[in-house]
């Protein structure tokens, strides 16, 4: 066992280690320690010369370092996953086709018959009146319309453009990257809003605490090569938890 180990058999002493390693302060750490207020500062200074003392002392500020350390590197790898997450998993904004884009002739196309049939049967119900002011639904563009095919750029109905839907995805079966980018959702008169973290905020934190501002910042913490060679090799793995695929369900 290194000196400095194991706590100092004189309980004063030990409590002004221990106290001395949080300030810095001979004369404070005294005081905490309980020597009077009037000798606590030439008690401070007469404690640090005393060789148990001074190997107590650094082997609790290496324990210290150590103990900020570990808790850098979670916090670092916290942030990093944080910057690396797709909001895509949380939210997508995706460009599918049109009703007309694949239709036969660019007329409308159903799903499949018995859309077209429901759509029939519904304007044969109608009163003649307001029969009369709606086109009969027809299914000259045939079936087999799908979203998620690229739209057709010849389509005269859109021009190639589309249609957009924005699609808020499950968030119990988001990776535990997109989890930490989640920050709840908002119901609004508009519909919801999904709540995300600040991505960006998450990556000034990285890059200032692995000194990359150091120049504008004095006060930089340097975590040390180490946490930089990890950083460098965790960036370029990119998160570590896996992008699961989202399932669409087709518009209706
Ligand atoms: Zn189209």
């Not at 058999?9 to 002004?16: D, P, V, W």
């Not at 640090?48 to 609790?60: I, S, T």
Request: aromatic fraction near 8%; include cysteine; proline fraction near 5%.
């Amino acid at each position: 066992m290194s000196s400095g180990e194991v706590p100092l058999k004189n309980h004063r002493k030990e409590l002004f280690c221990q106290h001395y390693v949080g300030c810095f302060n001979a004369s404070e750490a005294a005081r905490k320690a309980g020597y009077s207020q009037k000798t606590a500062g030439s008690q401070g200074a007469r404690l640090l010369k005393d060789v148990a003392v001074q190997e107590r002392v650094a082997f609790l500020q290496s324990e210290n370092a150590k103990a900020l350390e570990l808790d850098t590197a979670d916090v670092l790898e916290r942030w990093t996953t944080l910057a690396l997450a797709d909001p895509n998993e949380l939210i997508s904004h995706i460009v599918g086709s049109c009703r007309h884009c694949h239709g036969k002739g660019f007329k409308y196309q159903w799903r499949d018959q018995d859309e077209f049939e429901d759509h029939h049967q519904a304007w044969s119900d109608l009163p003649e009146k307001a029969r009369d002011s709606m086109r009969e639904p027809s299914n000259a563009g045939g079936y087999g319309y799908r979203f998620r095919r690229e739209p057709n750029i010849e389509c005269p109905q859109c021009d190639g453009f589309g249609r957009q839907r924005t699609v808020a995805h499950d968030t119990t079966r988001l990776s535990p990257a997109a989890k930490t980018l989640y920050a709840g959702v908002k119901e609004t008169q508009h519909g919801i809003e999904i709540k995300m973290e600040d991505r960006a905020a998450a990556l000034n934190n990285i890059a200032r605490t692995l000194g990359m501002f150091a120049k504008d910042n004095e006060r930089t913490l340097s975590p040390g090569d180490k946490l930089q060679e990890w950083y460098e090799t965790f960036s370029q793995n990119g998160s570590r938890a896996p992008i699961q695929p989202q399932k669409e369900t087709p518009p209706k």
